[in-house]
Nanobody, 114 residues
Framework: VQLQASGGGLVPAGGSLRLSCAASGSIFSINVMGWYRQAPGKERELVARITSSGFTYYPDSVKGRFTISRDNAKNTVYLQVNSLKPEDTAVYYC?????????WGQGTLVTVSS
């Protein structure tokens, strides 16, 4: 499975971005796709997850500001990020998990200026 993420960039605090991640290869119909982020000097953390049937999970740190969605026909997952804060600056990685395996995309950088 290959994952191609896009949509990162430089935005002012309070701004918004929409990240996209397209999966290709051997895609199973039952899977979980998600987004993680890693800020400089910090550990990678989960920011959103969505199952193939549409169930979502968000940690409290982003709940209400981030929205994950997916288009199963396109094998694509999206992350709408609103009300961005400087502490949201990080490399954002998408993931695909199925059948006990997890695959990672290359990451897309989000920089939030204060």
């Amino acid at each position: 499975v290959q994952l191609q993420a896009s949509g990162g960039g430089l935005v002012p605090a309070g701004g918004s971005l929409r990240l996209s991640c397209a999966a290709s290869g051997s895609i199973f119909s039952i899977n979980v796709m998600g987004w993680y982020r890693q800020a400089p000097g910090k550990e990678r953390e989960l920011v959103a997850r969505i199952t193939s049937s549409g169930f979502t999970y968000y940690p409290d740190s982003v709940k209400g500001r981030f929205t994950i969605s997916r288009d199963n026909a396109k094998n694509t997952v999206y992350l709408q990020v609103n009300s961005l804060k400087p502490e949201d600056t990080a490399v954002y990685y998408c993931t695909y998990s199925s059948d006990g395996n997890t695959y990672w995309g290359q990451g897309t950088l989000v920089t939030v200026s204060s």
